[in-house]
């Protein structure tokens, strides 16, 4: 049996946001499996979030460049917020993100490229950041999204400086109308992903080990209402189909109007401009999305002092 740590509570306590004992008995349910805990809540109704969740604590930004038919996201973290504000980093982190674009977000061709106004390349470059500022920084992550004909348009939340930000968002759209009325849709997109941060584009391409989980939480939660095996596999069918009308970019209502399916929303304004319009595809970085940062605790660092 593992042990079962006040950590190891808190940290599921802070993903499911269920109480403290239902956390402990969740984990002496699931042996200290993290996962499957917060799973075995949802399936008892004390936790409802469907997709993974905890605090983003890495500081950085994220940077956002868009060409001709093509754009590139990058992040870039820092230690502290404080270094993020800095002009000599967000310098940094704009020439990155050109040189991503220029790149086709290729990470390793762009560290070993050449940075703009020097003879070092960007990795040199990064750690001559490094030595100077005097805090530790990465270039953590950075990608490319292209179309053949139409546009990729941008948008970056709560900027800090122009195509910089917390969150930042690519959209590519496929069509031969014109670039001003795609360029408008885009950016409504982007603003909605922004805010809801879709898993996927549509149905077909969500993890297929994403899906089967949801399904088993979703029959373990109905099984628990008593309902016959037939009954309970109609009520899935909904319950699923409430899933992916959470996750799938195209069939999200928008947070613009309300009411409209994003779907919808490129078919009718496929049909104002005259020429089809496809969604084709999306990418979304949010800074620290997936790192935690190391909570430090004051007082017990100075007893562990006092008692060294």
Request: glycine share 10%; aromatic share 4%.
């Amino acid at each position: 049996m593992a042990q079962i740590t006040a950590a190891l509570v808190k940290e599921l306590r802070d993903k499911s946001g269920a109480g403290m004992m239902d956390c402990k008995k969740a984990l002496s349910e699931c042996d200290g499996n993290l996962e499957e805990a917060v799973d075995w809540l949802r399936t008892k109704g004390l936790a409802a979030a469907a997709k993974k969740s905890g605090r983003i604590a890495a500081e950085g930004l994220v940077g956002v460049a868009v060409g001709d038919k093509i754009g590139a996201l990058v992040e870039v973290n820092s230690e502290t917020d404080f270094v993020a504000r800095n002009d000599t980093f967000q310098t940094f982190v704009v020439a990155v993100s050109e040189l991503a674009l220029a790149n086709e977000g290729d990470m390793d061709a762009v560290m070993k490229a050449g940075y703009p106004g020097g003879d070092r390349s960007v990795s040199e470059q990064l750690t001559e950041n490094i030595a100077t500022i005097g805090e530790n920084m990465s270039v953590r992550r950075m990608a490319a999204l292209s179309v053949d004909s139409g546009v990729v348009s941008s948008y970056v939340h709560s900027a800090v400086a122009p195509n910089l930000g917390k969150i930042a968002v690519l959209v590519a759209l496929e069509s031969d109308a014109d670039s001003s009325a795609l360029e408008g849709l885009g950016k409504q997109i982007a603003m909605h992903i922004a805010a809801t941060n879709p898993a996927s584009l549509d149905v077909e391409d969500l993890d297929p080990a994403m899906v089967e989980r949801e399904k088993q939480v979703q029959i373990e939660a109905a099984r628990e209402s008593g309902k016959p095996e037939e009954i309970i596999m109609k009520m899935i069918e909904g319950r699923m189909r409430k899933y992916y009308e959470d996750v799938c970019l195209l069939k999200q209502v928008s947070v613009i109007d309300g009411e409209t399916k994003i779907g919808d929303l490129v078919a009718a304004a496929g049909k104002d401009a005259g020429s089809e319009i496809k969604l084709t595809g999306f990418l979304r970085y949010q800074l620290g999305d997936g790192i935690e940062k190391k909570e430090e605790n004051f007082a017990e660092e100075v007893a562990a002092a006092v008692g060294g």
